[in-house]
C-alpha cells in the first residue's frame, strides 16, 4: 500500500465537451437500508470486521448532548455515534488527523471519513510533512456545507432541522456557513478543477486524493454512490466483496449540476468581494472589531506552526517604539499589530487555503474571516495555478521554482544597462 | 509638501551580492539617496513576508529586496525562492489595493556598484513621488 502507484484510467480533459464525452466513472452503487447514515456506518463496520482498517476517524455526536467531536473507533459498536456529516464543523478534520500522525508514521491501518474541504486540508498539511499519509485510508463524502457553529450553539434543535432541509435542498439554503453556500468543491471531482495548472506546479494527473469517495447526490436517500478513487480504495472494496463495475453517472451528472450553480454564486461572491476588501479603510474596517485572539489561526488546519510569529515576543517593542509610531499615526491603536497579524498569516497560508471556514466558525466576533481570506486565496492561488488539496505528490508553490519565472516581479526589467545577461551565462 | 517630503526606506540587501554591490558603489562614491536605510540579510530567502510587512507598516515608505542574480545565488536557489515569496506578498498587496508598488525585488551583483546606485536612486524617486505610506498614517490601522 504506497501511495505513488495510484493511477487513473482515464486520461484528464477540461472543457465541458470532454467532460461529457468521456466515459462514466465506474464504482459501486449501494442500496441504502433505512438512512444514508446507517447505510455509511454499516459500511465502516464491515472494514473494521475484516480487519481492513485497524481504526477509524469519524465525526461523531457525544452522547446525550448537541455536540460534535471525532472518535477514533477501534469497536466497530461505538461506530454507532457516527455521524457521517454532522450539522457543523467543530474541529477541522485536517486539524484532528494531524495529532495522530505527529510523531511519524504508524503501523496500523487508519481510515479517516471527512468533508471534502476537510481532505484538502490533510492533502496540504501531507504535502507540509504534517501528517503522513501511508497508513492512512480517506474516505471523502458528498457535503451540503454546515451551519454556523455560533447559530448552533445558540440552538442546536432548530439549526439541526435547517441543517436537515438543506440536505434534501443541497446547499440551497440561508442557513449554511456563507463559504458553504459558494462551496463548487462539495464533492469529489474526477476532472477539471475550477482552476486549471500549468507547469508553474509540478506533479502528474489531476487526481482528487480521497482513496473512497461517498457520493450521495442524486441518490434520493434510496442509494449511494462509492466511487473507488485509488487502486487502495478498489481493494479496500474488493475485500468487502463489493464489485466496481456499476456506472456512477447519476450521480455525476448531479455534481457537475450542482456544481455549476455552486460556481455562479462564487462567481458573484468575487464581484462583491473584491472591492469590499479593496484599500486600506476597507480592509481596517473588516477588522475593526478583531480582538486579536488568533482563534482564526488556532483553528485553521493549514496554519500548522508549533511557534506562530505573531505569538512571539518578536513583535513586541521597547515603549519609546510605540510611542514612535504613535506619533506618525496621531494614536496607536490597542490591540497592536492586527492588519500586520491577518496580511502576514494570509501570506503565509493563501495558498493552502481550502475554504473550509473553520476561521470563521472560530471568531467570537463574527468577522467574515473565511469569506475576506477566500476573496484573496482564489486570486493568489489563480496567479500561481495551483489548487490546494487536491495532488498528494504535488509540491507546495513555495518549495519550489522554475529558473525562468515571475520576470516582471522583478525591478528593473530590462531597462537599465546591467550585468544580467552575463551574470546568467556565468553559472 | 511632496517636495518636503523624506521617505523612509528599508532594504533588505542579501549579504553575498547586493550588499556588497552596495559597499562597491559607496567605495567608488557613488552618488546614492540617504533614505534607503540598509539592513544586511544572509540570502533573500532569509526575508519572511512578515520583515516585509511589519517595514509597511510600522513607518517605512517603501521596502526594497535586494540579492544575487537568478543562478547567481551563493545558496544556489535561495533567490528563487524569494522570488516566488515575493510575488506573493506582492499579489496580496496587489489584491487588497495597499500599494503594491512600495516594494521593490531588484537582483544587484556584487560587482554592480552603479546597478545599485541606479536601483536606489530611481526607488526613492519614485516612492517620494508616491508621498508618505498611508499604511504608517492611518490611524484605524
Known amino acids: 500500500m504506497v501511495n505513488g502507484d495510484v493511477k ?118 501531507h504535502k507540509l510533512k504534517q501528517i503522513d499519509l501511508d497508513h492512512i485510508i480517506l474516505f471523502s463524502i458528498d457535503c451540503p456545507g454546515t451551519v454556523p457553529l455560533s447559530d448552533y450553539m ?60 461517498i457520493g450521495l ?21 474488493k475485500k468487502l466483496d463489493l464489485s466496481v463495475h456499476d456506472n456512477l453517472e447519476v450521480w455525476e451528472s448531479k455534481v457537475e449540476e450542482v456544481r455549476e450553480e455552486k460556481l455562479k454564486k462564487r462567481t458573484a461572491f468575487h464581484d462583491e468581494w473584491s472591492t469590499k476588501i479593496k484599500g486600506v479603510d476597507n480592509f481596517a474596517a473588516i477588522f475593526d472589531e478583531c480582538i486579536n485572539c488568533h482563534n482564526c489561526m488556532e483553528a485553521c488546519p493549514v496554519c500548522y506552526c508549533q511557534q506562530c510569529y505573531f505569538d512571539s515576543q518578536l513583535l513586541t517593542l521597547t515603549p519609546e517604539a510605540y510611542l514612535e509610531r504613535a506619533q506618525k499615526r496621531g494614536s496607536l491603536r490597542f490591540p497592536l499589530d492586527t492588519l500586520l497579524f491577518h496580511i502576514g498569516r494570509m501570506s ?65 526589467g530590462d531597462g537599465l544597462e546591467t550585468s544580467h545577461g552575463e551574470a546568467k551565462e556565468n553559472v | 509638501m511632496d517636495t518636503e517630503f523624506k521617505p523612509n526606506i528599508v532594504g533588505f540587501l542579501c549579504n553575498w551580492c547586493s550588499y556588497a554591490g552596495a559597499d562597491l558603489a559607496g567605495s567608488s562614491k557613488m552618488e546614492i539617496e540617504p533614505s534607503l536605510s540598509v539592513i544586511r540579510v544572509m540570502c533573500s530567502s532569509r526575508i519572511n513576508s512578515n ?61 554592480e556598484g552603479k546597478r545599485y546606485s541606479e536601483v536606489v536612486n530611481t526607488f526613492a524617486e519614485h516612492i517620494s513621488q508616491a508621498g508618505p505610506n498611508s499604511l504608517a498614517h492611518n490611524p484605524k490601522v
Not at chain 1, 468543491?185 to 508553474?200: H, Q, T
Open chain 1, 8 to 125: 487513473r484510467e482515464e486520461t484528464p480533459m477540461n472543457s465541458a465537451q470532454d467532460m461529457k464525452n468521456r466515459n462514466s466513472l465506474k464504482g459501486k452503487i449501494v442500496l441504502v437500508d433505512g438512512e444514508n447514515r446507517k447505510t455509511i456506518i454499516d459500511l465502516m463496520k464491515q472494514l473494521l470486521e475484516k480487519k481492513c482498517l485497524d481504526a477509524i476517524l469519524v465525526p461523531s455526536q457525544v452522547p446525550d448532548t448537541d455536540s460534535y467531536t471525532w472518535l477514533l473507533v477501534q469497536e466497530g459498536s461505538l461506530l454507532d455515534l457516527c455521524d457521517p456529516l454532522p450539522p457543523v464543523m467543530t474541529v477541522q478534520g485536517g486539524k484532528a488527523l494531524s495529532s495522530l500522525t505527529k510523531h511519524g508514521e504508524m503501523e496500523a491501518n487508519i481510515g479517516a471519513l471527512m468533508r471534502p474541504c476537510e481532505i484538502e486540508a490533510v492533502v496540504e498539511l
Open chain 1, 154 to 213: 445558540r440552538d442546536p434543535q432548530k439549526m439541526a432541522e435547517n441543517f436537515k432541509e438543506s440536505i434534501k435542498k443541497w446547499g440551497e439554503s440561508e442557513s449554511l456557513r456563507p463559504i458553504c453556500q459558494i462551496c463548487d468543491r462539495f464533492s469529489l471531482f474526477p476532472f477539471a478543477p475550477s482552476s486549471p495548472k500549468s507547469s508553474l506546479s509540478q506533479g502528474g494527473a489531476d487526481l482528487p486524493a480521497s482513496d473512497i469517495h
Open chain 1, 217 to 237: 447526490l442524486g441518490g434520493n436517500d434510496e442509494k449511494i454512490f462509492l466511487w473507488p478513487v485509488t487502486q487502495r480504495g478498489k481493494d479496500l472494496l
Open chain 1, 348 to 412: 503565509h497560508m493563501a495558498l493552502s487555503c481550502v475554504s473550509c471556514g473553520a476561521c470563521e466558525d472560530a471568531c467570537p466576533m463574527s468577522i467574515p474571516v473565511a469569506q475576506v481570506f477566500t476573496a484573496v486565496g482564489d486570486q493568489v492561488q489563480d496567479y500561481f495555478k495551483y489548487v490546494p488539496g487536491r495532488e498528494k505528490e504535488e509540491s507546495p508553490p513555495l518549495q519550489i521554482f522554475l529558473e525562468d519565472e515571475f520576470g516582471d516581479v522583478e525591478t528593473p
Open chain 2, 51 to 111: 520583515l516585509v510587512l511589519s517595514s509597511l507598516l510600522w513607518g517605512a515608505d517603501g521596502v526594497l529586496v535586494a540579492g544575487c542574480h537568478p543562478g547567481d545565488c551563493h545558496y544556489e536557489r535561495g533567490n528563487y525562492y524569494a522570488r516566488r515569496r515575493f510575488a506573493l506578498l506582492k499579489k496580496i498587496l496587489e489584491v487588497l489595493d495597499l500599494e503594491p508598488d512600495r516594494l521593490q525585488l531588484s537582483w544587484i551583483s556584487a560587482s
